[in-house]
Structure formats: C-alpha cells, structure tokens
C-alpha cells in the first residue's frame, strides 16, 4: 500500500507545471512586506521545527525576507568542523540518502536504482577519473541549515549548470523516479584537490527557488535550456576545508565525488542517518 502510494504521489509530480510553481516561490520567498515574511518564518518554523537558537540572529525582524532567514548564518560554535586532516567532511546538514562506492560507472540512488555518473555530470571529462571512486548523497529537508561546506580544500576549475525537471528530492521521490538526480537542475563545480578531484553536484528540486555559489552568486534559476560550462581553471578561486561553497534556498539534495583510491574508509552512515554540516563523512 505504501509503494502504491509514491507511486501515485510521484507520478502526479511529472504532470505539474514545475518551473511554473518554483517561480512563484521564488517571489514569495524574497518578499518584503514584513507581515508576509513574518508570517511565512513563523509558519515554516513550527511546521519543520528548525532551531532558530542556532542563528546568529535568531530575531526575524532582522532579516528581510524569509530567504535571508531561511539561508541564514549560524552561530559559529552551533556546528563543530572536524580538525583530523584526514577526515573528509560533511557538506551539509541533512540525512543521507546513499554512500559508499561507485559500481564502476554507476551510483546507487536508492535501492535496486542506480544511474550514471556520465548522466549526472552531463559527460564532462571528469567522469573517467572517478570510476570506482566514493560518493555521499546528503538530503536537505526545510529543518535543515542551507549553507553548503567545502568537505576538503581544493582549486575550483570548472562549473556547470545542467537544466533539467524540478521534481520532489523528498525520499519518496527518490526512491520511485528512476534517475532522478540525473534528470533535475542541478549546479556542479569540479576541483582539483591534493587527493584528486573533488565534484559537487547542487541538485534543484520542487520549490528550490535558486541555487547559488560563492564566486557566481545566484546560478538558477536561469533560462539557460542548453548545459553552460563556465571555465575557472585561469582563476584563482581556491576553498579550503570547511569554507562556504553555496547555498540553496529551499531544501534539496547535495551530491559529493571523490576518486577511486582517495578513501580509505567510510564512516559507518547509512541511508536515512541525520548528519551535520563538519562532522566526519570518511577518512581519506
């Protein structure tokens, strides 16, 4: 009964106007007019319980919509960065969703789905470097704090914006849309680390009003329909460890990439396991 039911719920979602929706959202959300904004904080607060202790102001009449709120900094001793120089960090807050290591080509979705690393990368050349490499799908619910973590230090070289569909990144979405990860927006930047190369992929979904870097500012929306690949290895655009990389204004689902080789092991998280942007994901 429960499978017939994401069935129906997810097949719903390939019939809405997705753009359509995120597009309104992305207006409300960048609202002004304080009753709105107060409005929409105070509801999506008890309705996703988000700790607003955590926030370096945790007084909404200090931001000025809800978007600022909901992409708000955190007080520096709310999350705790891993000082272990072999300790590859979480990106985010969030649950994972799947970690472990590619089938070569192939990255497990959910389970018994699996899709390609050239799907999810739109073929960039980066692809040949990390088969049988490891990777971590974090997922962002509204609760969670949007900003998104360097997990190691690296050289940015590249980024893409891939358009695609908006569906719902929500788990069960994942786990009844094959391909999904493949098929939605997403932002992916590609860096040279001392390990390798590092990928980290910024998946849109429903509702996601923008996705953002910290060297590009707001990439989507964008009305780009064709794959756009903006060149950074001339530029010295160089993150470390724990650094700010971008955000996302809604919740949605970050992807890490690292080569094959480069992790020696894993931290013992599973799917579903709540994890904070810092803590340890693997030791390379």
């Not at 695609?164 to 391909?179: D, E, N």
Request: net charge positive; glycine share 6%.
């Amino acid at each position: 009964m429960k499978t017939m039911i994401e069935r129906i719920l997810a097949g719903f979602q390939t019939i809405l106007p997705q753009h359509f929706l995120s597009r309104i959202v992305y207006a409300l959300m960048r609202c002004e007019t304080r009753w709105v904004k107060n409005t929409l904080i105070q509801i999506i607060n008890r309705l996703a319980g988000i700790n607003q202790d955590e926030a370096l102001s945790p007084d909404r009449r200090d931001y000025a919509s809800f978007n600022a709120w909901f992409t708000r900094a955190l007080k520096p001793e709310a999350r705790t960065f891993s000082t272990d120089p072999q300790a590859f960090l979480c990106p985010c807050d969030g649950r994972v969703s799947a970690t472990g290591f590619l089938r070569e080509n192939s990255i497990l979705q959910a389970k018994g789905k699996w899709y390609t690393l050239q799907d999810l990368l739109a073929d960039d050349p980066v692809c040949a470097r990390l088969t049988d490499g490891y990777f971590a799908t974090i997922y962002l619910s509204p609760r969670d704090y949007h900003r998104v973590h360097m997990p190691i230090s690296g050289q940015l070289q590249r980024m893409l914006h891939v358009p695609g569909r908006l569906f719902s990144v929500a788990p069960y979405t994942v786990r009844q849309i094959p391909r999904l990860f493949a098929r939605n927006e997403r932002v992916i930047s590609v860096f040279e680390t001392d390990s390798g190369p590092l990928v980290m992929v910024l998946v849109g979904a429903l509702l996601v009003s923008s996705t953002e870097t910290v060297w590009a500012g707001e990439v989507t929306p964008s009305k780009n329909k064709e794959v756009t690949v903006k060149d950074y290895s001339n530029v010295d655009i160089r993150l470390e460890k724990g650094d700010e990389m971008g955000r996302f204004n809604m919740g949605s689902t970050v992807i890490v990439l690292m080569s094959s080789g480069t992790v020696e092991s894993l931290a013992g998280l599973g799917a579903g396991d709540a994890v904070k942007v810092g803590q340890r994901l693997a030791i390379l």
